[in-house]
């Protein structure tokens, strides 16, 4: 009966001082794997390989939170759903970075609109036209099938369906509406435009909600795209401005709309599922 070769001594000193060329390596670590003589054979500081393990086994099962995760929690959120939210595709660094790029685009042109007296009383136009549907390009890009690379293994958790998007939904919301706030208060013309796009934000959003719970997010939020900007494109050929959709009476339609929505989309939750073949064919 052949007897089993094993590794030379004064190899196995060489591969554990770190001399051996890597295909050298490759072929020791190779019979390591099959020879538990030659495995007891290397030395190794026990203290070492202890320590190696627990670094390991810290970085797998307990990663360092992202920023955005530690804030949350300090500010209260459980730390499995501040981790959770951190994780939403859309929120990244470069969807934050548009969003910012569009409000400054939008404010500068209002202010160069409003140095000619002939455009003065269009140049809050392109702010709010934007504005109120920063969130919804979010929402469409947050959930779902088409845009989550590990939906397929989310929709097998505890968190899939409903909850997971409402609260990706509510994690886009916040930072959109956070920077619109911050860029409103430059908007040229009177103070009260600073605040007429949040009434109009919040009941699209929570129309897209509503109409999540029968067509996919991206479905929901392009159609009421597509409707703002053509009942703003109606209202400023019949009146010249866009005024109406801002005023005061539209503003009340918009405070109303927005709880009856919301009560509608927490009776159909179960039907904010992504999972369900429809929204896959869409």
């Not at 000193?13 to 030659?38: I, K, N, W």
């Not at 951190?86 to 939008?106: E, H, K, M, N």
């Not at 509406?177 to 605040?195: H, N, R």
Request: one cysteine or more; proline letters at 9%.
């Amino acid at each position: 009966m052949k007897s089993q070769w094993h590794l030379p001594g004064e190899l196995i000193h060489r591969y554990a001082t770190g001399l051996l060329d890597p295909v050298q390596v490759m072929s020791v670590e190779t019979h390591l794997s099959r020879c538990a003589v030659c495995r007891k054979a290397v030395p190794y500081d026990k203290e070492w390989l202890a320590t190696g393990w627990e670094r390991i086994e810290d970085l797998v099962d307990r990663p360092a939170p992202r920023p955005v995760a530690r804030l949350l929690h300090r500010a209260g959120v459980p730390e499995h759903l501040a981790t959770f939210l951190a994780a939403t595709p859309t929120p990244a660094r470069g969807w934050l970075v548009a969003v910012g790029a569009v409000l400054a685009f939008a404010v500068t042109a209002a202010h160069l609109a409003g140095q000619d007296p002939s455009l003065a009383v269009h140049a809050p136009v392109p702010f709010l036209t934007i504005a109120p549907v920063l969130p919804l390009a979010g929402i469409a890009l947050a959930y779902g099938p088409h845009v989550d690379p590990v939906h397929e293994l989310q929709a097998a958790t505890p968190m899939a369906g409903s909850r997971t998007l409402l609260l990706r939904a509510l994690a886009v919301l916040v930072p959109a509406v956070v920077l619109t706030s911050v860029a409103a208060p430059f908007l040229p013309g009177p103070s009260w435009l600073a605040a007429a796009w949040l009434l109009p934000a919040l009941a699209l959003t929570a129309g897209t909600l509503a109409l999540s719970t029968r067509v996919s997010p991206r479905l929901a939020a392009g159609g009421l795209v597509t409707v703002w900007l053509g009942a703003l494109a109606v209202e400023g050929g019949l009146a010249g401005h866009v005024f109406a959709l801002f005023s005061p009476a539209a503003q009340a339609l918009y405070g109303i709309a927005v709880p009856i929505l919301a009560a509608f989309v927490h009776r159909r939750r179960a039907h904010l599922d992504p999972g369900e073949s429809r929204w896959n064919r869409l």
